[in-house]
């Protein structure tokens, strides 16, 4: 059974940085490319970065690049999101899940997601 657990989430001030951290289980990490969504009640979810299989790339939402950077550790089965510069705009509920293609394999986000995490950007 997938389980997708994340943490890290705070309120933090404009300009401030975070370190989200998502611990995976259930499923061969190494086969799947992974990626973070963040959602606001009353939108859709969005993909805010993509890792590949290997970590060898890395793709951005155009909002949150160059202050944001995706990055995964294939020997504990997690993946990390490194926030800086944080803006109020970027106050969400950040998830892990996977998603997209690495190499010729692509993949659809499990079923099953974790609860998230809160991320408030506010002075």
């Known amino acids: 059974q997938v389980r997708l657990i994340e943490s890290g989430g705070d309120l933090v001030h404009p300009g401030g940085s975070l370190r989200l951290s998502c611990a995976t289980f259930?499923?061969?990490?190494?086969?799947?490319?992974m990626r973070w969504y963040r959602q606001t009640p009353g939108k859709q979810r969005e993909m805010v970065a993509h890792?590949?299989?290997?970590?060898?790339?890395?793709d951005y939402a155009d909002s949150v690049k160059g202050r944001f950077t995706i990055s995964r550790d294939n020997e504990k089965d997690m993946i990390y999101l490194q926030m800086n510069s944080l803006k109020s705009e970027d106050t969400a509920r950040y998830y892990c899940?996977?998603?997209?293609?690495?190499?010729?394999?692509?993949?659809?986000?499990?079923?099953?997601w974790g609860q998230g995490t809160q991320v408030t950007v506010s002075s």
């Open positions: 890792i590949s299989t290997r970590g060898g790339r890395t």
């Open positions: 899940n996977t998603g997209g293609c690495s190499g010729s394999a692509c993949h659809s986000p499990f079923t099953s």
């Open positions: 259930g499923f061969t990490f190494d086969d799947y490319p």
